[in-house]
Antibody, heavy 122, light 110 residues
C-alpha cells in the first residue's frame, strides 16, 4: 500500500523552530516530486512547498520563503520541512502529498499523509 | 499569481440531487486543474485530475469539465458519503511554477 506518514508536529513558541518529517512506503519515493500543504484551523488548503524528485529544485509559497526549507533523503524514503522563525499564522495541520507529474503533464497530488499539527503560541 | 474562486462557498442538498461546483481562474490556464474531497479531520482525496479525468477508484457519479478559466465538478446523484468540502487546485508552470487551491465548497445535508 502506498503510504505517507507525517511526524514532528507540536507546540512551539513564536520565533521557534520545528522539523517535520514525512515517511513514505509502498512506492519508489525517489521518482516523485513531493509537496507540503497546510490547513489552518477552520480554513482551506494552502500549498507550502514543492521539491523535485532529486531535490534539485524547491519552490515555496511567498509567506514561508526564507523561513522554511524543504529537503528529502531518497535513501531513507523521507521528506522534511524545517520551519524556522515560526509565527502564529503558521499554526496548521501540515500534510505531505505525492505529486504525479512529468515534464509535460500534471496529474494532481494523489497520495496524502494524515497530517501533523503545528501550534505556534506563547 | 492565478487565483481560483469557487462558487458557491457552501450549499445544502439532498441525497439524490445533482450538484455542480464551479472553479473560476483569474486568468486563462492549462487543463492542470484538479478536484479534491476532504472530510472533517481527514486528508484531502484526489477525485478528478487534468480537469476531466476520473481518479482510479472514484465513483463515476463524479465528473469534471472545463477549460481556460472555467471549470466544473459535478456529482450526478449525491450520496450520503459525499457530504464534505471540495477544493479545486491548479498547477501553473509559467512564468514560474505555482500551486493554488480554491477556497473550498462545503456540501451539507439539506
Amino acid at each position: 500500500e502506498e503510504q505517507l506518514v507525517e511526524s514532528g508536529g507540536g507546540l512551539v513558541q513564536p520565533g521557534g523552530s520545528l522539523r517535520l518529517s514525512c515517511a513514505a512506503s509502498g512506492f519508489t519515493f525517489g521518482t516523485y516530486s513531493m509537496n507540503w500543504v497546510r490547513q489552518a484551523p477552520g480554513k482551506g488548503l494552502e500549498w507550502v512547498a514543492n521539491i523535485k524528485e532529486d531535490g534539485s529544485e524547491r519552490k515555496y509559497v511567498d509567506s514561508v520563503k526564507g523561513r522554511f526549507t524543504c529537503s528529502r533523503d531518497n535513501a531513507k524514503n523521507s521528506l522534511y520541512l524545517q520551519m524556522n522563525s515560526l509565527r502564529a499564522d503558521d499554526t496548521a495541520v501540515y500534510y505531505c502529498a505525492r505529486e504525479r507529474a512529468g515534464d509535460i503533464y500534471y496529474y494532481g497530488m494523489d497520495v496524502w499523509g494524515p497530517g501533523t499539527t503545528v501550534f505556534v503560541s506563547s | 499569481a492565478i487565483q481560483l474562486t469557487q462558487s458557491p462557498s457552501s450549499l445544502s442538498a439532498s441525497v439524490g440531487d445533482r450538484v455542480t461546483i464551479t472553479c473560476r481562474a483569474s486568468q486563462g490556464m492549462s487543463s492542470a486543474l484538479d478536484w479534491y474531497q476532504q472530510k472533517p479531520g481527514k486528508a484531502p482525496k484526489l477525485l478528478i485530475y487534468d480537469a476531466s479525468s476520473l481518479e482510479t477508484g472514484v465513483p463515476s457519479r463524479f465528473s469534471g469539465s472545463g477549460s481556460g478559466t472555467d471549470f466544473t465538478l459535478t456529482i450526478s446523484s449525491l450520496q450520503p458519503e459525499d457530504f464534505a468540502t471540495y477544493y479545486c487546485q491548479q498547477f501553473n508552470s509559467y512564468p514560474h511554477p505555482t500551486w493554488t487551491f480554491g477556497q473550498g465548497t462545503k456540501v451539507e445535508i439539506k
